[in-house]
């Protein structure tokens, strides 16, 4: 043969090496999204059923609280946090669902958690149950009474109006941003998040979650006010609520004018500590500023947090321990919630930076956890509950390791967001 056959048969050989390397080369394997989106379905489907009737929604398990494991979490003696203890669940609701009316702050996420279910596999019988429990909420659209309404109101008709808009939604939206702009304190530049407790004006990290909802009314109406309150508050909590370390404070409350009166825990450690959900309602908050308004400091802001929670959560499978400040250790109750936000949130900042794929590559890892036999729960057990392992509010003795809600919430938001921006949908999974 001589040199030039030699080559085009060398390069023939390639060729036909290469292409079938294409045919056979691993796909990615998703089938833990699948998981993820079938047991959401049969659990929901469940739940929604079982639930139906009693005008309530279903927020978590009931679960007790050993008075010496508390002290250990929180390194104090009993004497100094005995006064915000819930009390005991009665021993015969102990491991039974715990249900909520309408005017709890979890009450949206229920019915989120349909929409979005619906969203990713087109079952008509979830569409049904959605509707259903959206319009359970209808009465919240005259309730003033907490900073809470934009979880409420935002995650459940806000996910009705994208995937069922009708002119009513839109009522009870703005009808309710009315009523939480109501809360707003022009002099202090915030909303108000609590009427309970001797705060003057207290503040919670939480409560830039609740912008989502204002934003969402000035596109409804054209009228630039609500996220003119949005951008304020957003602005006196970036400037007040955060350390030099970019973690944040749960409460901060304001006197009369502007000036910071307290900064404290309710739901963390302790004052100075870095409650997990309270970091993950930030970087979520602020990366909702910035696709709202398109003002860079947000971003760059939310980046910052974000990076601070990749450094700070130092579990194998980064799904926080309920306050980074916890003692380190196996009994240490984990937080999926905090994960599930946090998740929801990198997936949307990785599409907004250009190294994206860092972020997004967490919350991959993140999800993939999440939808691991660890957290995700066996169809027809955890009350119905998608995802298992979270902490409400444990300085108050309530709802530690549990299922809840919002964590089942934002999951099913994160799978939605990462199959989007993978471009698979459940038909090629
Ligand atoms: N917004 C209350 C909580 O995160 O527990």
Same mark, same amino acid.
Request: hydrophobic residues 35%; charged residues 25%.
């Given at each position: 043969m001589n040199s030039m056959k030699k080559n085009l048969v060398l390069f023939a050989s390639f060729a036909v090496i290469a292409?079938?390397? @294409?045919?056979?080369? %691993?796909?990615?394997?998703?089938? *833990?999204?699948?998981?993820? +989106?079938?047991?959401?379905?049969?659990?929901?489907?469940?739940?929604?059923?079982?639930?139906?009737?009693?005008?309530?929604? #279903?927020?978590?398990? &009931?679960?007790?609280?050993?008075?010496?494991?508390? @002290?250990?979490?929180?390194?104090?003696d009993s004497l100094t946090f005995k006064d915000s203890l819930r009390a005991q669940p009665a021993a015969e609701d102990l491991g039974k669902r715990r249900l909520c009316g309408v005017h709890d702050w979890t009450s949206g996420f229920f019915p989120g958690t349909l929409w979005y279910t619906y969203e990713l596999n087109n079952d008509e019988a979830l569409k049904a149950l959605a509707i259903d429990y959206t319009n359970l909420l209808n009465p919240v659209r005259y309730y003033k009474g907490t900073h809470d309404l934009g979880f409420m109101i935002n995650c459940s008709y806000g996910n009705a109006l994208r995937l069922s808009a009708n002119d009513s939604i839109k009522a009870?939206?703005?009808?309710?941003a009315d009523n939480l702009c109501? &809360? =707003?304190?022009?002099?202090?530049?915030?909303?108000?998040? *609590?009427? =309970?407790?001797? *705060?003057? =004006? %207290?503040? +919670?990290?939480? $409560?830039?979650?609740?912008?989502? /909802? /204002? !934003?969402?009314?000035?596109?409804?109406?054209?009228?630039?006010?609500?996220?003119?309150?949005?951008?304020?508050?957003?602005?006196?909590?970036?400037?007040?609520? !955060? &350390? #030099?370390?970019?973690? @944040? *404070?749960?409460?901060?409350?304001? $006197?009369n004018d502007g000036t910071v009166e307290r900064r404290q825990t309710h739901q963390g450690k302790n004052d100075d500590s870095s409650w997990a959900r309270g970091q993950a309602w930030a970087v979520y908050g602020y990366v909702a500023c910035y696709r709202e308004t398109g003002d860079k400091k947000y971003l760059d802001f939310a980046q910052k947090i974000a990076d601070m929670i990749m450094e700070r959560v130092k579990t194998d499978d980064l799904i926080p321990l309920w306050d980074y400040d916890a003692p380190q250790g196996e009994n240490t109750p984990r937080d999926a919630s905090a994960a599930s936000v946090t998740a929801s949130a990198l997936i949307e900042m990785s599409t907004m930076v250009p190294d994206g794929k860092k972020y997004l590559d967490y919350a991959e890892t993140i999800l993939k956890n999440l939808s691991s036999d660890a957290y995700l729960a066996k169809v027809g057990t955890n009350q119905g509950f998608i995802l298992m392992?979270?902490?409400?509010? /444990? %300085?108050?003795?309530?709802?530690?390791?549990? %299922? /809840? $809600?919002?964590?089942?919430?934002?999951?099913?938001?994160?799978?939605?967001?990462? +199959?989007?921006?993978?471009?698979?949908? +459940?038909?090629?999974?």
């Open positions: 292409l079938s390397a @294409c045919k056979t080369a %691993p796909q990615e394997d998703y089938s *833990w999204v699948k998981k993820g +989106i079938d047991t959401a379905t049969e659990q929901l489907k469940l739940t929604g059923e079982e639930v139906k009737g009693t005008e309530q929604l #279903p927020r978590s398990i &009931r679960t007790g609280y050993d008075m010496n494991f508390l @002290c250990q979490q929180l390194e104090r009870v939206m703005v009808e309710t109501s &809360r =707003f304190n022009d002099s202090i530049g915030a909303i108000r998040s *609590w009427d =309970f407790g001797t *705060w003057n =004006f %207290p503040v +919670i990290i939480d $409560n830039m979650m609740n912008l989502d /909802l /204002l !934003f969402t009314a000035s596109k409804l109406t054209g009228d630039s006010k609500y996220k003119e309150v949005a951008v304020k508050h957003a602005d006196t909590t970036m400037k007040y609520h !955060f &350390r #030099p370390d970019y973690t @944040c *404070w749960h409460v901060v409350s304001y $006197n392992h979270s902490t409400g509010s /444990l %300085p108050n003795g309530s709802e530690i390791d549990t %299922p /809840l $809600n919002y964590a089942d919430y934002y999951y099913m938001e994160a799978l939605k967001r990462f +199959i989007d921006l993978k471009g698979i949908t +459940i038909q090629n999974l």
